[in-house]
């Protein structure tokens, strides 16, 4: 139900990063045939927002080669 509990005192952790608190993410699935460049372009009109993606992934996704179609990403709003 709801997530997982860790260093929240028993509360549901939903991974969010310090810092990130008051932003609200998106959620977009890789596509076939999209690396994250792609998915960069979908959610901030521009593929070298990549660093961005993966700051917010880390740690499921360390690197470009991680993501596959399927794979859902975190795209915190500006």
């Known amino acids: 139900m709801g997530g997982r509990t ?3 005192g028993g509360r549901p952790c939903h991974g969010v990063a310090a810092g990130q608190e008051g932003i609200a993410p998106r959620f977009l699935t890789v596509r ?4 994250l460049a ?10 070298d927002a990549v660093r961005r ?3 917010a992934n880390r740690p499921a996704v360390s690197g470009p080669e991680d993501v596959h179609a399927g794979v859902v990403v975190r795209a915190p709003s500006a």
């Open 32 to 35: 076939a045939g999209e690396g």
């Open 38 to 47: 792609d998915v960069a372009a979908r959610a901030y009109s521009t593929p």
């Open 53 to 55: 993606l993966l700051a």
């Open 6 to 8: 860790g260093r929240s």
